[in-house]
């Protein structure tokens, strides 16, 4: 029995790190700095990263992301997400963390890799008038349309799937509101009502396409481990649940039902969600290395 356990651990690392055979080196790195970082462990946004819910919070962003036909447009073009999948994911995984756990000038750094990154990402796309439109990755609306379905996706599926904010919604929002200015967007939102304003404001530019329904179809069936997949259903059907009515009826999707009954979807996602901390154990690599620099920092103070 153990040594399934111990298999299952191991792809379940596996599946967040790209298979990688011992911890990555830059989670390593992050115990380096000179500074805390543009949050700490009091802050919301380490509350909400350090929790399950970014797990589930990631499928939402894709799903919200892929709406935008200048977002969805790159992704087509340029990703290589069905192909290296578990590459792609713990890239983004890389940036994310590397903000939240690093000091200012690793963040700042990772940033400005991923918008070095992001230069060769243009085209063109038709719109949702039919008009075909120029695209970069780096265009400052895009940018901020990829950086409002983050901050919607992380902060949605942990008000709905996870625990206290410290500060509220309202803290996180602004809080990581530093991400967004490190990506180059102006004046991202700092409220949970800024936010929804800020959203709402993409609603005519947003719609479905053959290229929304193609990553749509992978994001439901991933190609991962098959002690993983009924787990994942439910984290999909999860994130599903917790769109807005009007993104779901944009993707074709419908909130999971018997029936015409909605089926309710907390203690599942959050009992599976609990499943994957058992497997990761209490505190990933990237917190642990900067509760270690914090704490070289304050011995030396």
Known sequence: MIPLLESWRRQLIGTFSNNAAEIPQWEL?????????HFGPESAVWAVHGSMTPIIAGIRALLLQALHPGAMA????????KED????LAGTIRWIFTVTYGDTHAAKSGSDWVLRLHERVHGTYVDADGVEQPYSA???EIARWVHLAF?????????????EIPGGPDAYVAEWAVA???????????SEAELRKQMAGFDSQLRSSDYVQEALGFLRNP????????GYRVLFAGAVASLEPKHRELLGLRAPHVGPVPLPMTFPVKLVLGVIRFGLGPMGPSERSA????ARLAGRQ
């Open 138 to 140: 780096n265009d400052p």
């Open 291 to 294: 509760r270690e620099r914090i």
């Open 180 to 190: 967004g200015e490190l990506m180059g967007i102006p004046d991202p939102p700092r």
């Open 29 to 37: 790195e992050l115990a380096k700095g000179d500074d805390v970082g």
């Open 74 to 81: 790159g992704v087509h073009d340029f990703s290589d997400y």
């Open 223 to 230: 190609p991962l481990p098959g002690n993983q997949r009924i």
């Open 151 to 163: 901050t919607d996706a992380f902060l949605s599926s942990h008000q709905r799937y996870g625990g």
């Open 85 to 88: 999948p578990l590459g792609r």
